[in-house]
């Protein structure tokens, strides 16, 4: 007949194996003593570790938070205010218990609630960070100083501070951004929710779109996600495709100069319903066949002193891109886009035979000016002397700026 376990032993059992367990994945070797001993002064000061507090919370993960949350304040142990020993814990509930610690060891003035949520984060980069606006505030410094990924107004830091504390840290960020520039508390929770509340890269431009979202009180709330998302994938999202038989590269995203300036949430979201629906679940790379016209810059065929046939052949499509990349063994498809683009020119520097051409260069030069930018044979090496002097024999003909040491500086990889 199994053995009932009390509820109160069960909340224990968990909470000691959530202990050993966090401990173990950040310390294989065994944690050092400071660690035990502060976990074990705060067990022994506070119910925070105890089971009468945890005990209904245990399916929630809240031991694992309140453990990870402990360690991190340990962390930042140089920079505690006041011991441990003097905490005087008098809340009942976890989180208040853990904001008093963190208030009594980290901060000398109140704290947005919001920041207490960092400590929960861990140890990494990004957490530390955001354990440093906790550290900032507390000191009493302005929070528009803290060092945030935006550059919040009087009224956006208000908001900030005001934020209610089960919002993470970044999503409470642009929610305040959006109130200080004038949005509903909707708009706010609808745009934080997006991307825009885990990324603020391209802050000036997304700002701009939030204004426009502002100025359109009408729009329904549940077209702002994938608005948002259509302009993240035409104006910063890179395209992958497939050129010659299996070559991947990378494209530039369809509309990198789009502006929303002048346009209105209407005609954006128009777009954006157009673009989702020719969407697939799964967007892989697809075959793609890109040509273009010739330069102005002439080819060059010569039989040296030996009768070898050389000759200089400009690439003008993906195709020859990808095989020219791959006999090579360097990645000169990457240049794909600018070619098309005109922006640059490939060429292949080649010794005819009945069997086959043997490449023995690729060479890169700038349409407009004629300077040659670079010359390498496989694998980014040098190019021969042979090759060198076809290359400047060439260059003489089409009257192509060149000078060693540059055509030598940079790989095409």
């Not at 109160?8 to 202990?19: G, M, N, Q, T, V």
């Not at 209610?164 to 934080?192: C, H, K, N, T």
């Amino acid at each position: 007949m199994p053995v009932k376990i009390a509820p109160r032993e069960h909340a224990k059992a968990l909470i000691d194996r959530s202990i050993r367990q966090t401990l173990a994945s950040r310390w294989p070797g065994g944690p050092s003593e400071g660690i035990v001993q502060f976990l074990g002064e705060v067990r022994g000061r506070s119910d925070l570790l105890r089971p009468a507090r945890l005990q209904g919370r245990i399916r929630d993960g809240w031991p694992d938070a309140i453990v990870t949350g402990l360690l991190a304040l340990y962390a930042h142990r140089r920079h505690w205010f006041r011991p441990l020993r003097l905490w005087e814990p008098r809340e009942a509930n976890p989180l208040p218990l853990f904001s008093s610690l963190a208030h009594h060891l980290m901060a000398c003035f109140p704290v947005p609630p919001v920041l207490l949520s960092a400590w929960f984060l861990g140890d990494d980069d990004p957490a530390r960070r955001q354990q440093g606006w906790f550290r900032h505030a507390g000191q009493g410094k302005s929070l528009r100083d803290a060092g945030f990924p935006i550059r919040l107004s009087r009224r956006m830091a208000h908001e900030f501070a005001h934020a209610p504390a089960r919002f993470p840290i970044r999503f409470a960020l642009r929610w305040a951004q959006v109130i200080g520039l004038g949005g509903s508390d909707e708009l706010a929770r609808v745009v934080a929710a997006t991307r825009l509340g885990r990324d603020f890269n391209h802050g000036a431009f997304w700002t701009s779109v939030i204004h426009v979202l502002i100025n359109s009180p009408r729009l329904d709330p549940a077209l702002v996600e994938p608005l948002v998302e259509y302009l993240q994938d035409q104006k910063f999202e890179n395209r992958r495709v497939i050129i010659g038989e299996d070559t991947e590269v990378a494209f530039e995203p369809p509309q990198p100069d789009l502006s929303v300036k002048g346009r209105t949430a209407e005609s954006l979201v128009r777009r954006a319903v157009e673009w989702r629906a020719e969407r697939t679940e799964k967007q892989e790379p697809k075959r793609t066949r890109i040509s273009w016209e010739r330069s102005g810059i002439g080819e060059f065929l010569r039989q040296d002193e030996e009768g070898r046939i050389w000759t200089v052949r400009e690439l003008l499509d993906s195709d020859t891109m990808a095989a020219e990349g791959k006999a090579m063994n360097h990645c000169v498809a990457e240049y794909t886009e600018r070619c098309a683009q005109r922006r640059t020119t490939i060429w292949s520097i080649a010794l005819e035979t009945p069997e086959a051409r043997q490449r023995h260069a690729t060479v890169e030069v700038e349409p407009t000016g004629r300077d040659v930018i670079q010359a390498k044979a496989r694998f980014n090496e040098d190019p021969d002397e042979a090759c060198m002097a076809i290359l400047m024999r060439w260059a003489a003909q089409e009257g192509l700026k060149m000078d060693r040491e540059e055509a030598d500086a940079e790989p095409v990889a």
